[in-house]
């Protein structure tokens, strides 16, 4: 196509941004043209979501994409974010309150009482999915038990921003699958487990292929010039199913870890793989682009440094993380790492003192607390995630019986060149650092192969998203 205009919105759990890409037949330009801040809220002893806040930094950074974009009209607009939360709405189409952040701690008791419904075992058998206990599955289960009102229906927070613009209300693939009630194998709701575990399946959406258009945006962005024929589209609603679709890689040899808040360590099949083996890794297949499977596991990521930075800061710290980061490098490496995974770490506050906890429990002694000592706390949290990647990437190998040759880094992790290094030395394969915002060149790419098929009814392919993420990468834009 000669050109092609589309704004691609990235939910992040800390920061979103909103960019507009743009192809003029030749060349591709990204730039971001709005970043507002999110995170959770304290209500009424739960975390939560600000869906206000979050619905006006959308709507301001279309205003901003407008103005970045004079006389130019828009084509499509795509929202990705992070996955398993949603948002419950009232027969009106509204919501029925603030979204659970998935780090509240009401499903903390919910895998084991879902599993006396269905049992482990045939729960990964039928979605092929690793048991975390934010699933939405439980999430879903806890609305249940603890009485909150049936919802006529719910929408993932992505998904629902798209409906609040104007877009059907549907289920992307690639963020359906994390849920942990698609069936792997007929990609569609798996009516089995909404039975057992008592779940309203009329109120689950219709799941849409990444790609698919939900129609025009409506509202007060519609009335702005450039977005008078926008399409909505949904792309790969997952931020990582989107960042790994931003990858331009057709081979098969080569592993991704998606770095930011979470790590999401994978690799990409064309079917799922279910097998004891990959049950008991705890390995998950969620949905990516033209109904290929990204097999990966969820490994805790820099939200312990985040978090070690909010305490810090709190009692006076004024280090940046770059000036952090270099002070770990000319330090030596820890002799012992600790267990990132733990589910202690997987809650917010007092991270510092959680750390220390399980360096205990690995033999070490515990960091001093002061902020004298915060470049050495950093180093063991850097040692300890590369040691960590490098276990799941074995176990990844073995498991999918596939050499790996090549690891590709992507998100804001991967401008991290110490810890990109300690990934290299353990792992043995080469690093391949990818875009900063992966996930926003595979909402474009998705964006731009959907509306370069527009009207013929075809799924996009993972080959026509490859290839529009090989022009957007940094190195081929202007």
Same mark, same amino acid.
């Given at each position: 196509m000669d050109h092609l205009c589309s704004v691609a919105i990235d939910l992040g759990a800390g920061s979103c941004r909103v960019s507009l890409g743009a192809w003029d037949g030749s060349q591709a330009t990204v730039r971001v043209v709005h970043r507002f801040a999110n995170g959770p809220v304290e209500r009424d002893g739960h975390l939560t979501w600000d869906l206000d806040r979050l619905a006006s930094g959308v709507e301001e950074g279309l205003k901003c994409a407008a103005t970045a974009a004079p006389g130019i009209a828009i084509d499509s607009i795509g929202i990705d974010g992070w996955a398993v939360d949603y948002v419950r709405l009232g027969a009106d189409g509204k919501p029925l309150g603030a979204p659970f952040c998935y780090r509240d701690p009401r499903t903390e008791t919910a895998m084991p009482e879902v599993w006396s419904r269905i049992p482990q075992s045939r729960l990964y058998e039928l979605t092929g999915i690793q048991f975390l206990r934010f699933n939405t599955l439980y999430q879903l289960y806890?609305?249940?038990?603890?009485g909150l009102a049936?919802?006529?229906?719910? *929408? #993932?927070?992505?998904e629902y921003l798209l409906y609040r613009l104007g877009g059907a209300p549907v289920s992307e693939y690639t963020n359906a699958t994390h849920t942990q009630l698609v069936d792997v194998r007929t990609r569609d709701w798996c009516d089995e487990i909404f039975e057992a575990v008592? *779940? #309203?399946r009329a109120a689950a959406p219709e799941i849409v292929r990444p790609g698919t258009p939900l129609g025009q945006i409506q509202g007060a962005p519609a009335s702005l010039a450039p977005f008078r024929d926008t399409e909505l589209i949904a792309p790969a609603c997952h931020d990582t199913g989107a960042a790994v679709a931003g990858i331009p890689d057709a081979a098969s040899d080569w592993a991704f870890i998606s770095s930011g808040t979470w790590s999401l360590v994978g690799t990409v099949l064309d079917e799922a793989c279910t097998s004891e083996a990959a049950r008991a890794e705890n390995f998950t297949n969620e949905g990516g682009v033209g109904r290929r499977i990204r097999f990966l596991k969820n490994v805790n990521g820099m939200w312990l440094l985040e978090e070690c930075l909010r305490e810090w800061r709190a009692h006076g710290y004024t280090g940046d993380l770059p000036e952090l980061i270099a002070e770990c490098a000319r330090s030596p490496l820890p002799r012992i790492t600790f267990a990132v995974d733990a589910a202690d770490l997987l809650l917010?506050?007092?991270?510092?003192?959680?750390?220390?906890?399980e360096i205990e429990k690995a033999g070490g002694e515990p960091v001093p607390e002061d902020l004298g000592h915060a470049p050495e706390m950093a180093n063991l949290i850097f040692a300890s995630l590369a040691a960590r990647y490098a276990e799941v990437l074995s176990a990844l190998s073995r498991v999918t019986e596939r050499r790996l040759r090549r690891l590709y880094i992507v998100g804001g992790g991967s401008r991290n060149v110490y810890l990109n290094r300690l990934i290299e030395e353990r792992t043995g394969l080469e690093v391949v650092t990818g875009a900063v915002e992966s996930s926003t060149l595979g909402n474009l790419a998705i964006q731009f192969a959907a509306l370069e098929n527009s009207g013929s009814g075809a799924e996009v392919t993972p080959a026509a998203v490859a290839g529009w993420a090989e022009r957007l990468q940094p190195g081929n834009r202007e």
């Open positions: 806890a609305d249940r038990r603890d049936p919802a006529e229906r719910w *929408l #993932n927070i992505p008592g *779940l #309203n917010p506050g007092r991270m510092p003192a959680r750390i220390n906890r």
